[in-house]
């Protein structure tokens, strides 16, 4: 069953470096997404992707966060600078569509545990 | 005023129970409900997702909005310690596709 990859599981960082989480998408999927959840806290909505540029953000996807999808697999999460306050689980989703519909779906990566010290 | 609210739990029953979980939500602008389990160290994966008022069942899986009271319940039939997990309920609105998550109750199934 195709399924969503995400590496590492873990990255462990410094405050203040640069780090980028990677994720593969299902591979027919068009819409992707990155999601994050802080301890104990719940599942937040970061960005959406489609059709190589961002659809939707949240606030708290700043100007110290950016997406890419460098080539016709990889979706990538780049946090510019980061702080302890970053530190949570990423989840990267992807699905076949945007809207919807009786078939809508996202679906969800395992996660990377980003610890920020 | 937080837009969907759940109890953390944890629920713990013994394997064979009926199992509700509940949610409450604020907000009335919203089409859709969906409901995801989460293992531990996994994403959530979506279980069921409803449109209306009413019950939608799903083998074991009973997905029931209560819209009057803004009230959001699931319910698991003979339950399995397999069924030992987080779950989510999530709202989310026609005009955008993105869901709003409660924070999830931990469910505990004993054998």
């Known amino acids: 069953e195709p399924e969503v990859t995400q590496t590492p599981s873990h990255q462990v960082t410094q405050m203040g470096q640069e780090v980028i989480l990677r994720c593969v998408p299902i591979?027919?999927?068009?819409?992707f997404y990155w999601y994050r959840q802080i301890l104990g806290q719940k599942v937040e909505f970061l960005v959406s992707f489609y059709n190589n540029e961002i659809s939707e953000k949240s606030e708290i996807f700043d100007d110290q966060f950016s997406v890419e999808r460098p080539d016709g697999s990889n979706f990538t999460l780049k946090i510019r600078s980061t702080k302890l306050e970053d530190s949570a689980m990423y989840f990267c989703?992807?699905?076949?569509?945007?809207?919807?519909?009786?078939?809508?779906?996202?679906?969800f990566g395992p996660g990377t545990r980003l610890t920020v010290t | 005023q937080k837009e969907v609210e759940q109890d953390p739990g944890p629920l713990s029953v013994p394997e064979g129970a009926i199992v509700s979980l509940n949610c409450t939500y604020s907000?009335?602008?919203?089409?859709?409900f969906m409901w995801y389990r989460q293992y531990s160290r996994k994403g959530p994966e979506l279980l069921m997702y409803?449109?209306?008022?009413g019950n939608k069942e799903d083998g074991r899986f009973t997905a029931q909005v209560d819209k009057s009271s803004k009230y959001i319940s699931l319910f698991i039939r003979d339950s399995q310690p397999s069924d030992s997990a987080t779950y989510l309920c999530?709202?989310?609105?026609?005009?955008?596709?993105?869901?709003?998550f409660g924070r999830g109750t931990s469910l505990i199934v004993h054998p």
């Open positions: 907000n009335s602008a919203f089409q859709y």
């Open positions: 989703a992807s699905s076949e569509e945007g809207r919807p519909t009786q078939t809508y779906e996202q679906y």
């Open positions: 409803t449109y209306s008022s």
């Open positions: 591979s027919n999927h068009l819409y």
């Open positions: 999530a709202k989310g609105t026609g005009g955008s596709y993105i869901p709003t």
